[in-house]
């Protein structure tokens, strides 16, 4: 089970997000700067098996000072399988924000094996670590701010107020201790630097995988650098064109709901399920009360209770996967626990570190506008996602929402309508249930690429579309490799 713990919400809470139009003008940097790298990198070795390649290129904090100060960004590489084949390097876009690219591809499991064989013979695969996350420079903050982080289910004026101040003294301590990037960890920025990488390399153009936040990247890239690049594909797709905060929630808890609803009839109609046969929106509803009562026993922590956010949240995550028998386990067994029996806490033990690295809160909120005035205003935001999302209002966006509160305006990458032009193709994938990142926000971007873009659609559930049997991975190998596009309205089976 999970405790709340803010600096893991925080770093789980931007698996697709949305922005103000409208909002201040993006601080764009100067195209015209030239990038300022080593004509040659030097790679040693890495990775688990000790056959990847890792480096740091040293790269200015802010591009529209290409002389000034400098970070280093963590990249790796695994070569071609098959160099006589090889087509070229492929840049992997990491999600999160918070996901690591180096991890992608110097582990074997859980890393590089997301990548077809196919692929893996064909291109050199390349990652990095974004700024501020990672080995690149991270963000770093108070252990003690971060773990008294206020709960995101604001329930009054004071907690409103209360979220605020505390916000302002995270973002103050985080800057001090991380120094001026702290103030430039947006996408645009690491536009540049994944220009950088494509230069270093010496790629003529780019050929590009974003994965969920790693999609808002590649969008940035084709608007920024269209006719640097040779091919695109966004997966789960991020639309920073959704105008406000309040379409910014409907539209993700509406998301979430689709995958609760997806959950009830997949148990109702698969007798593995352990709560098959059960009113299953009945026992969700009655252990979101018993948890807002605190008298759900958390099994993580015998004697504590299970907030009631922290139970909405595990459930969301069951809907990445998705791991819906997991998930039914799980709240079967929470469903059988008898009442909550208290024990004296101990006492509270000192933080095991001084400071920790907050992989989000720079990066997202820096990307989104999404001002809240007053608690009244946010209190009308979570009365609206009450309607559209009556089993699944507090999921993960809501972090978004709260984190971000009290960020100074203008933020530097406001969104705005994707304007694309001169671009090769770009190939979208997006699962028609994704909780995260909602199928209508692929269909949306889709129509602002125009021509440019073309949406490939997987039929199922869950967070994620390219290793989704051989139909979406076949489809999108044959692109990348061949950029060989499939007919529109292209759609692949649930599996």
């Not at 700067?33 to 790679?43: F, L, M, N």
């Not at 084949?85 to 094996?113: H, N, Y």
């Not at 969301?316 to 998930?327: N, Q, R, S, V």
């Not at 100074?408 to 001169?422: C, I, K, M, T």
Request: aromatic share 8%.
């Amino acid at each position: 089970m999970l405790r709340e713990h803010r600096l893991a919400l925080l770093g789980a809470a931007a698996a697709g997000v949305v922005a103000l139009a409208g909002a201040a003008v993006p601080v764009r940097p100067s195209l015209a700067a030239a990038s300022p790298v080593a004509s040659t990198i030097d790679w040693h070795a890495c990775g688990d098996d000790g056959k990847a390649e890792c480096a740091t290129l040293r790269l200015p904090i802010d591009w529209a000072r290409p002389d000034g100060p400098t970070f280093g960004l963590a990249i790796a590489r695994r070569k071609a399988l098959d160099p006589g084949a090889r087509v070229g390097t492929l840049v992997f876009g990491p999600g999160g924000p918070g996901d690591s690219g180096v991890q992608r591809v110097i582990k074997l499991e859980g890393g590089i094996d997301r990548f077809s064989d196919r692929l893996r013979e064909r291109f050199d695969i390349v990652s990095f670590d974004p700024r501020g996350i990672g080995a690149s420079h991270p963000v770093t903050c108070s252990a003690d701010l971060v773990k008294a982080g206020p709960s995101p289910m604001i329930k009054s004026a004071e907690q409103f107020q209360a979220t605020l101040v505390h916000n302002a003294r995270l973002r103050a301590d985080c800057r001090e201790r991380t120094g001026p990037l702290y103030d430039h960890a947006d996408t645009l920025s690491t536009v540049r630097d994944v220009d950088a990488i494509r230069a270093a390399l010496g790629e003529q153009k780019l050929t590009f995988h974003g994965s969920s936040y790693g999609t808002l990247l590649g969008e940035m890239y084709a608007e920024t650098y269209p006719k640097r690049v040779r091919a695109m594909v966004l997966e789960s797709v991020d639309d920073h064109s959704v105008p406000d905060a309040r379409r910014f929630l409907t539209s993700e808890l509406a998301a979430a709901q689709d995958s609760f609803d997806q959950f009830v009839a997949w148990c109702g109609r698969t007798s593995d399920c352990a709560l098959h046969g059960k009113d299953v929106r009945a026992i969700w509803r009655d252990l979101r009360a018993r948890a807002a009562r605190g008298e759900l026993p958390d099994p993580s922590e015998p004697g504590t209770a299970l907030p009631e956010f922290n139970l909405v949240l595990m459930t969301y995550k069951g809907f990445y996967g998705p791991d819906w028998a997991g998930l039914a386990k799980n709240l079967a067994a929470l469903n059988a626990s008898g009442p909550l029996e208290t024990s004296p806490r101990p006492s509270a033990a000192p933080a095991s570190a001084e400071t920790v690295n907050d992989t989000f809160t720079a990066q997202f909120c820096s990307d989104w506008s999404l001002p809240v005035r007053d608690y009244r205003e946010y209190a009308q935001l979570m009365r609206r996602t009450e309607k559209v999302a009556p089993d699944m209002t507090f999921a993960r966006p809501v972090v978004a929402i709260s984190a971000c509160l009290g960020w100074p305006q203008p933020v530097r990458n406001p969104q705005h309508r994707l304007d694309v032009r001169g671009s090769a193709p770009i190939l979208l994938s997006n699962a028609v249930h994704d909780p995260a990142t909602p199928y209508a926000w692929a269909q949306n971007v889709t129509r602002q690429l125009g021509r440019t873009g073309r949406l490939l659609t997987y039929e199922g559930a869950g967070h994620g579309s390219y290793g989704r049997g051989p139909c979406m991975q076949d489809t999108i190998d044959a692109y990348l490799i061949s950029l060989k596009l499939p007919p529109r309205g292209k759609t692949c089976p649930a599996q």
